[in-house]
């Protein structure tokens, strides 16, 4: 456990490093030849963002980026995971290739390469092409052939500078949010597209690992966004609820794509909404990977409780420490998960490709300073269970914070900062906050003196 002065001994190798996704940071969804997103649409549609915000500057980077790479050079950072944008490539989605959108994602690896930053690419960050929603987005079958055709693109023009490459960034949530809740883009409400999407999701995951076995040579996964469920009391309606919430949330995309099926649950929680699945889709869905990226937030303490969809709700701890958009501060439960995923889906590689936390952080100190104490104890503690972890035995291979700077929180827009560096959205002033330098020391003495 954790002692304190222990000396922490991360493996060799080990990949430090901070993560972002395109529409949060880049701005200019439009640029040269880009076409819109869904995310583009959904933000200029009224009521769809908080105080009406947009991801049309953001943090600047499309224009800024080469001060940002300088900036994760000053910091130490060894790795840098960020996503492309869809339609800055194929702007109607598939077909025609804007060569400019191409050549930024281009310029910005080579940056990175020659900081000595490895980058991590992810595919899908939400992002679908609006052209591609106008043809069903992911509720269209065809969309696991969009979507390798895209990969394809990128396998080609960045395979060999990129070696490690992501297909999609939580199903769960691009579903959950997407398709069930409609607090996300595309907005959709119904529990019967809400299968069809997660579903073609994974299928269009299987085609682009395909696609990446015929063109590249390196490595892919899938990224997952997990969240253990603890049950509230030992009743049993509370631990049918756990059952319910954990086979919804984090078996639900992991099983099919590492066990070529879903768990049954599913099925008891979707009813007549669950189709039948031609059983060919999973021989596409599970392909062999070589990683799979966690991104752990927090936890939930669960119980049955039939106002909530599922009849599973979180359940609020009194003594609990919870962040800025509400979620608890519980590293325990990063140890939990990865033991329970080593002993599920077996000694696949796992890198944390997410973990971080929105606090009310203070305006920039005369002196430059952004005394961020709460996130400098929350990473710590952190990556304190993730050695944990690895002294149990899971091959946890690397960290990403999220995020590298503050950014576009989707639909909670800029009223959420998870960045280590502080970002003035008014003149695009970046200042590392103390956490970002605290990491750096971090990652320089290899976690020895976490
Ligand atoms: O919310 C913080 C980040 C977000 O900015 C990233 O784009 C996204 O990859 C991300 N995923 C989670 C994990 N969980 C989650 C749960 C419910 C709604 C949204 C995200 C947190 N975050």
């Given amino acids: 456990m954790n002692e304190p002065g222990k000396d922490f001994q991360f493996p060799q190798g080990f990949l430090w490093g901070a993560a972002t996704a395109a529409h949060q940071i880049e701005g200019s969804p439009l640029a040269d030849g880009a076409g819109p997103s869904i995310w583009t649409r959904f933000a200029h549609t009224p009521g769809m963002i908080l105080n009406g915000d947009t991801g049309d500057v953001a943090c600047d980077h499309y224009r800024r980026w080469q001060d940002d790479v300088a900036l994760m050079r000053e910091l130490g950072l060894k790795a840098y995971r960020f996503s492309v944008s869809w339609s800055r490539i194929l702007p109607e989605g598939t077909g025609r290739v804007n060569q400019a959108g191409l050549d930024f994602y281009s310029r910005l690896v080579d940056a990175l390469l020659e900081n000595g930053i490895e980058p991590l690419l992810t595919l899908y960050h939400w992002?679908?092409?609006?052209?591609?929603?106008?043809?069903?987005?992911?509720?269209?079958?065809?969309?696991?052939?969009?979507?390798?055709?895209?990969g394809s693109?990128?396998?080609?023009?960045?395979?060999?500078?990129?070696?490690?490459?992501?297909?999609?960034?939580?199903?769960?949530?691009?579903?959950?949010?997407?398709?069930?809740?409609?607090?996300?883009?595309?907005?959709?409400?119904?529990?019967?597209?809400?299968?069809?999407?997660?579903?073609?999701?994974?299928?269009?995951?299987?085609?682009?690992?395909q696609a990446y076995r015929a063109e590249g040579?390196?490595?892919?996964?899938?990224?997952?966004?997990?969240?253990?469920?603890?049950?509230?009391?030992?009743?049993?309606?509370?631990?049918?609820?756990?059952?319910?919430?954990?086979?919804?949330?984090?078996?639900?995309?992991?099983?099919?794509?590492?066990?070529?099926?879903?768990?049954?649950?599913?099925?008891?929680?979707?009813?007549?909404?669950?189709?039948q699945w031609p059983d060919a889709?999973?021989?596409?869905?599970?392909?062999?990977?070589?990683?799979?990226?966690?991104?752990?937030?927090?936890?939930?303490?669960?119980?049955?409780?039939?106002?909530?969809?599922?009849?599973?709700?979180?359940?609020?701890?009194?003594?609990?420490?919870?962040?800025?958009?509400?979620?608890?501060?519980f590293p325990q439960g990063l140890t939990d998960l990865l033991l329970w995923f080593k002993n599920t889906y077996g000694d696949i590689p796992v890198y944390i490709t997410e973990n971080g936390a929105a606090f009310f952080d203070p305006p920039?100190?005369?002196?430059?300073?952004?005394?961020?104490?709460?996130?400098?104890?929350?990473?710590?503690?952190?990556?304190?269970?993730?050695?944990?972890?690895?002294?149990?035995?899971?091959?946890?291979?690397?960290?990403?914070?999220?995020?590298?700077?503050?950014?576009?929180?989707?639909?909670?827009?800029?009223?959420?900062?998870?960045?280590i560096v502080h970002v003035n959205y008014d003149s695009q002033q970046r200042t590392p906050k103390d956490s970002a330098l605290w990491y750096g020391r971090m990652i320089a003495s290899h976690g020895r003196h976490l």
Avoid at 290 to 313: K, Q
């Fill in 127 to 150: 992002d679908l092409p609006a052209a591609l929603d106008d043809r069903g987005g992911w509720l269209n079958r065809d969309s696991a052939d969009w979507f390798a055709e895209y």
């Fill in 153 to 209: 693109v990128l396998y080609r023009a960045l395979d060999g500078r990129v070696k490690k490459w992501v297909t999609l960034n939580e199903p769960w949530v691009v579903t959950d949010g997407g398709y069930l809740h409609g607090a996300l883009a595309p907005g959709h409400r119904s529990r019967y597209e809400a299968p069809i999407a997660s579903h073609n999701l994974m299928r269009a995951h299987g085609a682009a690992v």
């Fill in 217 to 275: 040579a390196h490595e892919i996964g899938l990224v997952v966004n997990i969240e253990p469920k603890y049950p509230a009391s030992d009743s049993a309606a509370d631990a049918a609820a756990v059952d319910r919430a954990h086979a919804y949330m984090n078996e639900q995309y992991l099983h099919p794509a590492l066990l070529g099926r879903y768990p049954d649950r599913l099925r008891e929680i979707f009813g007549d909404a669950w189709p």
């Fill in 281 to 329: 889709d999973f021989d596409l869905i599970r392909q062999p990977l070589d990683f799979v990226g966690i991104n752990y937030y927090t936890r939930s303490v669960t119980r049955a409780d039939d106002s909530y969809p599922l009849n599973a709700g979180a359940v609020r701890q009194p003594l609990g420490t919870y962040s800025e958009t509400g979620w608890e501060v």
């Fill in 364 to 419: 920039v100190a005369e002196e430059g300073r952004i005394r961020d104490p709460l996130r400098i104890d929350y990473l710590r503690k952190h990556l304190r269970a993730i050695h944990d972890a690895i002294e149990a035995g899971v091959d946890v291979r690397g960290y990403m914070v999220w995020s590298l700077l503050d950014n576009l929180e989707w639909s909670l827009g800029y009223s959420k900062r998870f960045g």
